[in-house]
């Protein structure tokens, strides 16, 4: 594996020949110069939830964007059920870019557009461009989306303008709005670092909730230790683009934080305490009221 220091822990492997959702090998990531991610290698079972963690410019976000293909890599293989995600083009990429739903820090919603609107754009791997601005959903669809946003308590606001909600209200949409693409795999990139700890606290219990409700594996961008220790199966700590820490949160010592954070741990460590303090949470039960996905169509 693509790991160094003193701080690697495997991961308990779950089965490790079953299931297995993604598998990295060698990937990496160069930027002219820079290298953003180095020699990754690393497999991620199905189901799991995975938070990366690792101070500014360690190549979290470049790790995310290789896999629904927002960066293409510059090395090695991403393999998806044994198919090499690298090679994927037109259709083919559609599909698997509406497979991996990702949902960004600042949301990526269109603020004059009304809620539902902006969940059914979800949908947009099932229609034109043109049928989806113009709204030609179905009334399944609008179902759908509607239970989507329900699930995420946030029905009522399904004819509001999108700009008027509060920023975690946004970020609860944009999960709706993931969801109905019926992704197998959710991407978060720091989901929680623009929002208070009310918000951060409802929307990580939202992505919990969807990955041991509905299976989807998760795996998520996190600043704070604090919360990736509460809510994750496992933590993947990167330092200079690679991966410095693989195993379960219990194995994250405070030792292995600071291989990982360097000169930031105290930081790290901190922000546990302040701005997105999630109030010693630990492993939520799944809270939403709906079911698996309701299939449209
Ligand atoms: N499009 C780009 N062009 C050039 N360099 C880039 C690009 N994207 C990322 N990088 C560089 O790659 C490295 C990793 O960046 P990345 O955004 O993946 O880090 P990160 O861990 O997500 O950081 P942060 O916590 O600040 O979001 C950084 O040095 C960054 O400057
Ligand atoms: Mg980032």
Not at 37 to 66: C, F, H, N, W, Y
Not at 199 to 217: P, S
């Amino acid at each position: 594996m693509g790991t160094r220091g003193s701080v690697f822990v495997e991961a308990e492997p779950s089965n490790p020949r079953e299931d297995v959702m993604l598998e990295f090998k060698a990937l990496t990531k160069r930027f002219n110069d820079k290298v953003a991610v180095e020699d990754v290698s690393l497999t991620i079972p199905q189901g799991q939830m995975v938070g990366i963690i690792g101070r500014s410019g360690a190549g979290k976000s470049t790790l995310l964007r290789m896999i629904n293909r927002l960066a293409d890599p510059s090395g090695g293989e991403l393999l998806h059920k044994g198919v090499d995600v690298a090679k994927l083009k037109g259709a083919e990429l559609r599909a698997w870019r509406s497979n991996c739903a990702m949902v960004f820090q600042q949301f990526n919603l269109v603020g004059r557009l009304n809620v539902i609107t902006n969940v059914m754009t979800g949908r947009l791997h099932e229609h034109g461009f043109l049928s989806a601005m113009l709204q030609m959903f179905s009334a399944q669809e609008r179902a759908f989306a509607i239970r989507a946003l329900d699930r995420l308590g946030m029905a009522h606001t399904a004819l509001q303008q999108t700009d008027t909600l509060s920023g975690g209200q946004m970020q609860r949409v944009a999960i709706a709005r993931a969801l109905v693409q019926e992704p197998e795999i959710l991407l978060a990139d720091e989901p929680i670092a623009s929002l208070d700890p009310l918000n951060a606290k409802l929307v990580m219990d939202a992505l919990r909730a969807i990955n041991t409700e509905d299976g989807l594996t998760v795996i998520c961008n996190l600043h704070t230790l604090d919360t990736a220790r509460a809510y994750c199966d496992r933590i993947i700590g990167m330092q200079a683009g690679r991966v410095v820490f693989d195993g379960a949160a219990h194995e994250l010592t405070d030792a292995a934080a600071r291989e990982i954070y360097g000169a930031e741990a105290g930081e790290a460590f901190q922000e546990g305490l302040t701005s997105t303090s999630l109030g010693g949470h630990t492993r939520p039960a799944p809270t939403m009221p709906q079911p698996a996905r309701a299939a449209v169509g």
